[in-house]
């Protein structure tokens, strides 16, 4: 049987080496350009009618965006809606890469943690330098919680420092787990059915089924959460500590 | 597709989050505390000690402002 971890293996399809950098094609970049092209395409054919009575390709693309929208409004305010076309494309990708990840075949490009990570590291730094860019020095101010008494500060510096740096790694582990765990138990299970006889096997392949349906679920929330928890940092670095009058 | 003001939506978002929020910062501080044993101080295992205390105190506090943020109405 194989190892349930095979499917995460990643193997260069056409080796191509570029001023001694590896850039090989694999299956994680291919399903890129694939979630790339079908976002990019479904949303140009969706957009280009502009019905008053909407067709059903556009009135799903006008609820994505509604979803987006009032996700920003809830955590940001007004002025969030700048970062809308950033926090639109990650929502799309991170859904589309989760989703398109279910269908047997296909590689869930998020259950690699070098590509969470690189979206948690680029949310992270955004937010920064969001944050250095709008109110300069002052932006470190982060680090001191409002009223703490000073003789407090060397205990409570060092700790949002670590709640700050925390954050970029929740991001992508959160991502990377939840999906690569999910994978992993259909894997398990499937394994299962395949080994076990079929007067016991069709519980496992009940389960496969049942937890397939589970995790269109958990694609869509983890995409959720993620972008999200993007708006609130990016709130944060925004409004500083006025930030629990915006954020829920 | 959920509206994002779903009560339901938004409340399952806070709950899956918190866990990952009080072991992020154990890692970090804990990976923090051991950084600064190994390159700078040579002090023995007490950076790592104080690191975990921290960063367990900064997850409770990270987790804590995350239930805080949750919808009231």
Redesign the interface.
Same mark, same amino acid.
């Given at each position: 049987m194989d190892n349930p971890l095979h499917p995460f293996e990643l193997h260069p399809l056409v080796q191509i080496t570029l001023f001694g950098v590896d850039i090989s094609l694999n299956k994680a970049v291919l399903m890129m350009w694939v979630v790339v092209a079908l976002i990019a395409g479904l949303l140009i054919v969706a957009g280009t009618s502009r019905r008053l009575v909407p067709t059903k390709l556009q009135s799903l693309a006008e =609820? =994505?965006v509604d979803?987006?929208r009032?996700?920003i409004l809830?955590t940001m305010g007004k002025d969030g809606m700048r970062f809308f076309p950033f926090l639109a494309t990650l929502f799309l990708f991170i859904l589309f890469c989760n989703l398109l990840g279910l269908i047997p075949g296909l590689y869930t490009v998020t259950s690699q943690i070098v590509v969470t990570a690189a979206f948690a590291l680029f949310v992270y730094s955004m937010s920064v330098v969001v944050g250095v860019a709008l109110h300069g020095v002052k932006f470190f101010g982060i680090l001191i919680p409002p009223g703490t008494p000073r003789w407090l500060l060397p205990l409570m510096m060092? /700790?949002?420092l670590? +709640?700050q =740096? $925390? #954050?970029p790694? +929740?991001l992508a @582990? #959160?991502l990377f787990?939840?999906m690569t765990a999910g994978h992993t138990v259909l894997a398990v299970l499937f394994g299962m059915a395949l080994s076990l006889p079929l007067l016991i096997g069709w519980l496992p392949f009940a389960f496969t089924i049942a937890i397939n349906g589970l995790e269109v679920f958990i694609a869509f /929330?983890?995409a959720?959460?993620f972008t999200? =928890?993007t708006c @609130?940092y990016l709130g944060d670095a925004m409004h500083l500590h006025g930030h629990?009058d915006h $954020? #829920? | 597709m959920p509206p994002s003001t779903d009560p339901f939506y938004a409340g399952l978002g806070q709950a899956v989050r918190v866990g990952t929020e009080l072991l992020a910062a154990l890692i970090v501080g804990g990976g923090l505390g051991w950084l600064a044993d190994t390159y700078l101080f040579a002090s023995g295992p007490w950076g790592v000690v104080a690191g975990l205390i921290l960063g367990a105190i900064a997850g409770v506090l990270n987790a804590y402002r995350a239930a805080q943020r949750w919808p009231s109405h």
């Open positions: =609820l =994505l979803f987006i009032g996700m809830d060092p /700790i949002e670590i +709640s =740096l $925390a #954050r790694l +929740s @582990v #959160r787990a939840n /929330i983890q959720y959460i999200i =928890l @609130v629990d $954020a #829920r | -």
